[in-house]
RNA sequence: UUUCCAGUAGUGUAACGGUAGCACAUCAGAUUCUGGUUCUGCUUGUCGAGGUUCGAAUCCUUGCUGGAAAACCA
């Protein structure tokens, strides 16, 4: 029973290659990050999209690296890329770097001037600018256009072996200088930058440009279908064109609206600026959009994916409420997570009728939606417990389902109780809630005939264990800080990131793993910070909160 | 005001000349030993104007709106 399911326009572009024996029905993508930052959940997208299309239609995909500009890429974040690209699910066919083609493109821009459609310019990066007109004035040729073809060979090799200082010359395509495409009029392929590179080294002091190096990899590798975002949608020409002449494999390039989400940014520039700045405290801040950040905040690699399927492909402009990610994540840890107790705003609540220094074990299962409980575990009960302050009401209003004077809930996976009095402080704060319990309610094995609305959590004084627990809040106050007036740095939300440094427990929490979601009941889902826990220190993070139906009237 | 891309509920995304659907969000209600989950239901949409056609979200013209495009970045 397949299921019908509507197509991207990449899919269907692809299923009409197919259908037409385009490479004989061969599909190979690329996904080509250039190592000078994070992925974030914008790579995400790409990310499922390059791969996920291989996978559909029994294709590969090459991760390459666009490591053509030396200064600002590094290895740090080669790194980072591949285990990120790892940890969302995804294996590539090979592992590629552009400048792994060095040599192949040195060569092709050679045959570009040799079939006089490459010269050498000496002008500075003003006046190229300046000779390149305006979109509504066309560009005028300088001298250096009309060099011979035995002159440019010898400039251009002598760039290569380090004659020249860096920003002497370039070497320009000869394209079309009045063309309305800007990209046409003479595009820059290769520059001089006397600087060290991650992979090789001292070299090359001639780096090529993007447009003389992203086609030409694609072309190399024989990338069928080559997507990238639409800002590329100008140079897809030049893309063409470059092929076309140096007559190499046809490789095609698509372009998709890249993903912008509500409350964030999403441009490395911003996110260093954030880093660097000390905004948050690196690039996996579990408040950033960086992938790594996800993760150290709880978020699933299945989430992603799935976040990554139900936003869609398209060509026109998009802000993705981040509701939809939220959504995706607490789908994934319903099914998943394990339930535990943990009180976060503590008070204490007294059962007077209950024996001194008793302790019962009661059973709580460990998650509701699987089939048999997955499980369970036992948790210890006694008279003294630490329940949420927000659990209890010193004038409740109507529906309020919770505690206060005269109100009965069950403690879960425990007994129903009553509350009879409180206690407060000099401050008329609330310290101590005093309640009755109901011997015959405890949980399976209830005869009470009791029903209560309300049932709340709770851990045992005695048997608590502590740990510090991190809320977290959106980044920016605004839903699209890249578009507001100013820097978008002062739409930061100062209370982005909440500690509690005293959070009680469950004692089952303390054998609690690193890169384990769980369910604190009521709370929310909560994982277990990889960089901030110790043993003898546990440091929790809150992922995303339960959804929350209750509306205070 | 040069060229290119794009306009469908609040946000995304379908419908490929033939009943505008889905998801998230929102709001109601049911169920619930998590005010979670699950279930049910409601509200809200084709940018405007012309045309072609028996029939237009879809094709054509035009206007409007948004975005992109000039870096020795990718």
Same mark, same amino acid.
């Given at each position: 029973m397949a299921e019908e399911r509507s197509l991207n326009f990449i899919e269907e572009i692809i299923e009409e290659d197919i259908r037409e024996g385009k490479n004989s029905g061969r599909v190979l993508t690329r996904f080509p990050p250039e190592p000078n930052g994070y992925l974030h959940i914008g790579h995400a997208k790409s990310i499922c999209l390059n791969f996920g299309l291989a996978l559909e239609y029994n294709g590969k995909t090459n991760l390459r690296f666009d490591d053509t500009n030396p200064v600002k890429e590094d290895v740090e974040y080669v790194d980072s890329i591949k285990a990120d690209v790892k940890w969302l699910g995804f294996e590539w066919a090979e592992e590629l770097y552009?400048?792994?083609?060095f040599d192949q493109l040195y060569e092709l821009a050679v045959a570009m001037i040799k079939k006089g459609l490459a010269y050498v310019d000496d002008s500075t990066p003003e006046e190229i600018a300046t000779q390149k007109g305006t979109p509504t004035e066309p560009g005028k040729p300088n001298q250096y256009r009309s060099r011979s073809i035995e002159e440019n060979l010898t400039l251009f090799a002598e760039m290569k072996a380090g004659k020249y200082p860096d920003g002497a010359k370039v070497l320009r395509a000869k394209v079309d200088l009045a063309s309305p495409n800007m990209h046409m009029r003479d595009p820059i392929m290769y520059r001089i930058k006397h600087a060290h590179h991650h992979r090789t080294g001292d070299a090359w002091c001639i780096y090529p440009m993007y447009d003389f190096a992203h086609g030409q990899s694609d072309a190399i590798e024989q990338i069928t279908h080559s997507i990238c975002t639409l800002e590329f949608i100008p140079h897809r020409p030049l893309y063409d064109w470059f092929i076309e002449e140096l007559n190499l494999f046809p490789s095609k390039q698509y372009e998709f609206a890249r993903l912008n989400m509500t409350y964030t940014v999403m441009s490395k520039r911003k996110l260093l600026q954030l880093v660097e700045e000390g905004h948050v405290e690196d690039w996996d801040d579990p408040r950033m959009p960086t992938i790594s950040g996800l993760r150290r905040r709880g978020y699933t690699p299945k989430s992603i994916r799935e976040f990554c399927e139900r936003i869609g492909v398209a060509k026109r402009e998009n802000m993705i409420d981040v509701s939809l990610l939220e959504f995706c994540i607490r789908e994934d840890l319903n099914k998943s997570a394990w339930r535990r107790m943990a009180v976060l705003d503590p008070i204490k609540l007294v059962i007077t009728d209950y024996p001194e220094g008793k302790t019962e074990m009661m059973y709580g299962e460990n @998650?509701?939606?699987a089939e048999d409980g997955d499980g369970g575990r036992e948790i210890p009960f006694s008279r003294e417990l630490w329940i949420e302050r927000?659990?209890?009401?010193?004038i409740p209003p109507k529906k309020f389902f919770r505690l206060g004077v005269g109100l009965m809930v069950r403690l879960k996976n425990a007994y129903i109780v009553k509350c009879e009095s409180f206690v407060k402080d000099a401050e008329g704060n609330v310290t101590e809630v005093h309640c009755t319990h109901i011997p015959e309610s405890k949980s399976g094995g209830d005869s009470s005939g009791i029903s209560v609305k309300g049932t709340i959590h709770w851990v045992s004084v005695p048997h608590a264990k502590t740990a510090e627990v991190r809320l977290y809040d959106r980044l920016f106050q605004v839903e699209d800080p890249s578009n507001e007036?100013?820097?978008?740095?002062?739409?930061? @939300?100062? @209370?982005s990131l909440h500690i509690i440094e005293t959070a009680y427990i469950e004692p089952?929490?303390?054998k609690a793993e690193p890169g384990v979601g769980y369910q604190f009941m009521r709370k929310g889902y909560f994982t277990l910070d990889k960089n901030h826990s110790k043993a003898d220190k546990l440091v929790f993070n809150r992922t995303v909160t339960l959804k929350d139906g209750w509306v205070k009237k």
């Open positions: 552009a400048s792994d083609y @998650n509701p939606e927000e659990d209890f009401m010193e007036e100013g820097d978008f740095k002062s739409y930061l @939300n100062p @209370n089952e929490l303390a």
